[in-house]
């Protein structure tokens, strides 16, 4: 199957920072990724469709300020957790899909903020 | 707007047939994903139906309706290690995925 990578795995960072996580389609292109938020023991929420080459879709109440995505290629695309503050920590996770409807999840990245 | 509808939770024993319905109200209504997700892990894909009927992949089928606007996904031959959240999933026309709340299966001897 398709190999989504997301990066860093773990990350934890001071209140006020910006962190950037990374998703990565290595043996396909993708023109659509799409951005994920997980509570533990909760669904996954969507935040957003990012689209390589133009602005990224926003799902109703993701503060787009907040949560800047960036698709430049067709095998990255970038989320970047603006002014991290402790409710921003969550389980972020990526998905794309190579053209058919089984979507591939990278491994997610779990966000800590102190 | 989307909305998904599955049990929170569901037991059952080793080698057992356990069944998690789901109900879902949609706009733009592509097909009906399940995924897996082991604690602290990502999902993996299972199954897709997009027209009625039932879809078998080994120990796991799924099922859809699309009149009633419902689906199961059926786990045969239960295996301590399908202990796992599962989520039913509507796909739209543009790969996007709407997840159901999640059913959290726990297999026991």
């Known amino acids: 199957g398709a190999v989504v990578s997301q990066h860093p795995s773990r990350v934890i960072c001071k209140s006020g920072t910006s962190v950037k996580i990374e998703c990565r389609s290595l043996d396909f292109q993708a023109t659509t990724m799409f951005w994920y938020r997980q509570f533990p023991k909760q669904s996954l929420m969507l935040m957003a469709t990012?689209?390589?080459?133009?602005?990224?879709?926003?799902e109703q109440g993701v503060e787009k300020d907040k949560f800047l995505i960036n698709h430049a290629s067709l095998t990255l695309s970038t989320l970047t957790v603006t002014s991290a503050h402790p409710e921003d920590s969550s389980f972020y996770i990526c998905?794309?899909?190579?053209?058919?409807?089984?979507?591939?999840f990278g491994q997610g990245t779990r966000l800590t903020v102190v | 707007g989307q909305s998904l509808e599955q049990p929170s939770e569901v037991t059952a024993v080793e080698g057992a047939i356990v069944q998690i319905n789901c109900t879902y109200q949609t706009s733009g209504f592509y097909g009906l994903s399940w995924y897996q997700q082991h604690d602290g892990g990502a999902p993996t894909f299972l199954s897709y139906n997009a027209l009625d009927g039932l879809e078998e992949t080994g120990r796991f089928s799924s099922f859809l309706s699309r009149s009633d606007s419902y689906g199961y996904l059926l786990l045969q031959e239960l295996q301590m290690k399908d202990s796992a959240s599962y989520f039913c999933a509507v796909m739209d026309s543009s790969y996007k995925l709407i997840f159901g709340s999640g059913t959290r299966l726990l297999v026991r001897p």
């Open positions: 990012s689209n390589e080459g133009s602005k990224a879709t926003y």
């Open positions: 998905s794309a899909s190579p053209g058919d409807p089984e979507a591939f």
